[in-house]
């Protein structure tokens, strides 16, 4: 128990110390690893002509658990990594909750990723959380980092906002720096949709 929680503190403290340097606009996701293109999907994603599908497991804030198998739901899903002392996040994310009700749900779903909570977090850090998904109308599932997100998703992310969308296999389609504007996500997303 206590070898896991001193892992869990390791894993929370290296993601967020990285992340806090790169909250805003400007933070760079492609930019961390050589070789990302400036629409912002990596090299890699796009020179891979059948790229491994992302595989995880985790908890909503319900204490659900979600694994990879919610992107067999839609034909595309947006994945909003965000933190609760990311001011560019929060400003974002009430576009993102009407963006989340607009669309049918076999074409188009989105869920966030809260890479400062982790699983098993403190009543206090949750209950922070729940607020400011309250607050920013942010109504869709948000997952609770853990190791299998990090490794799956986000060891290369540097900064937050930072988005991915996947097909229905669990593709990656494209990763997304910074925050944007409703109209911005929804031009995404409906050529997405178009071209599946």
Same mark, same amino acid.
């Not at 892992?7 to 992340?19: D, E, K, R, W, Y």
């Not at 400062?116 to 920013?136: F, H, K, P, S, Y």
């Not at 389609?173 to 944007?180: F, I, N, P, S, T």
């Given at each position: 128990?206590? &070898?896991? &929680? @001193?892992?869990?503190? #390791?894993? +929370?403290?290296? #993601?967020?110390?990285? #992340?806090? !340097?790169? !909250?805003?606009?400007? $933070?760079?996701?492609?930019?961390?690893? %050589?070789?990302?293109?400036?629409?912002?999907?990596?090299?890699?994603?796009?020179?891979?002509? +059948?790229? =491994? =599908?992302?595989?995880?497991?985790?908890?909503?804030?319900?204490?659900?658990?979600?694994?990879?198998?919610?992107?067999?739901?839609?034909?595309?899903?947006?994945?909003?990594?965000? =933190?609760?002392? !990311?001011?560019? !996040?929060? +400003? %974002?994310?009430?576009?993102?909750? %009407?963006? $989340?009700?607009?669309?049918?749900?076999?074409?188009?779903?989105?869920?966030?990723?809260?890479?400062?909570?982790? %699983?098993? $977090? *403190?009543?206090?850090?949750?209950?922070?959380?729940?607020?400011?998904?309250?607050?920013?109308?942010? *109504? @869709?599932?948000?997952?609770?980092?853990?190791?299998?997100?990090?490794?799956?998703?986000?060891?290369?992310?540097?900064?937050?906002?930072?988005?991915?969308?996947?097909?229905?296999?669990?593709?990656?389609?494209?990763?997304?720096?910074? =925050?944007? +504007? &409703?109209?911005?996500?929804?031009? &995404?997303?409906?050529?997405?949709?178009?071209?599946?």
């Amino acid at each position: 128990m206590r &070898k896991r &929680k @001193y892992s869990t503190v #390791l894993l +929370s403290a290296f #993601l967020t110390a990285g #992340l806090i !340097c790169g !909250c805003g606009e400007d $933070a760079s996701i492609g930019e961390m690893k %050589e070789g990302t293109s400036q629409s912002g999907t990596s090299q890699a994603a796009e020179e891979a002509e +059948s790229p =491994a =599908a992302v595989s995880f497991s985790g908890q909503d804030m319900e204490g659900n658990i979600v694994t990879s198998d919610i992107f067999g739901q839609s034909r595309l899903t947006m994945v909003n990594v965000w =933190a609760t002392y !990311c001011n560019p !996040c929060l +400003s %974002e994310m009430p576009d993102l909750g %009407e963006l $989340a009700g607009e669309y049918d749900a076999g074409d188009f779903q989105l869920i966030g990723i809260i890479s400062d909570v982790e %699983e098993g $977090a *403190d009543e206090e850090i949750m209950e922070n959380a729940r607020t400011l998904i309250e607050q920013t109308g942010a *109504d @869709y599932p948000h997952l609770l980092l853990n190791r299998f997100l990090y490794y799956s998703m986000l060891k290369d992310v540097t900064g937050v906002p930072t988005t991915f969308f996947f097909d229905q296999e669990g593709n990656l389609l494209e990763a997304v720096q910074g =925050a944007k +504007s &409703k109209d911005v996500w929804k031009e &995404k997303i409906d050529g997405f949709l178009e071209d599946m």
